[in-house]
């Protein structure tokens, strides 16, 4: 199954507090734009295997990690663990979304994967 999982911006973002576990909890309007990645997913028999087409250079910093570091891999791994299923997955991001821009990218990667 392929899915489009959007970008996002923060129309108005507060820090109401710091948490325990040093994030802080946050109030946030946010409105989807026009980027988007593509997330393609494919049941397998086991294991869990990532890839990444980057079609654009967003930035000079590390691009995208295409291992167990991504978070829609650790969001597969998860749902299937918390869930006992006993199957795994191939993964697959074209990035239409800049990486660490603030659009919500991984995050919006890893819903996908859900």
């Known amino acids: 199954m392929t899915v489009k999982s959007a970008a996002k911006i923060n129309l108005a973002l507060d820090v109401t507090g710091k948490r325990p576990d040093g994030y802080h909890n ?3 309007v946010f409105q989807t734009v026009g980027l988007y990645d593509e997330i393609t997913v494919k049941l397998t028999d ?13 930035s000079l910093s590390d691009p995208v990690p295409c291992d167990e570091r991504n978070i829609a891999y650790k969001t597969a791994k998860k749902f299937f663990e918390e869930n006992n299923m006993n199957i795994g997955c191939d993964i697959h991001i074209k990035k239409g979304i800049p990486s660490q821009a603030g659009m919500g990218g991984g995050s919006s990667d890893a819903a996908a994967v859900i």
Request: with cysteine; aromatic share 12%.
């Open 46 to 58: 086991s294991g869990i295997n990532i890839s990444c087409d980057m079609p654009f250079r967003f």
């Open 26 to 28: 946050i109030e946030s």
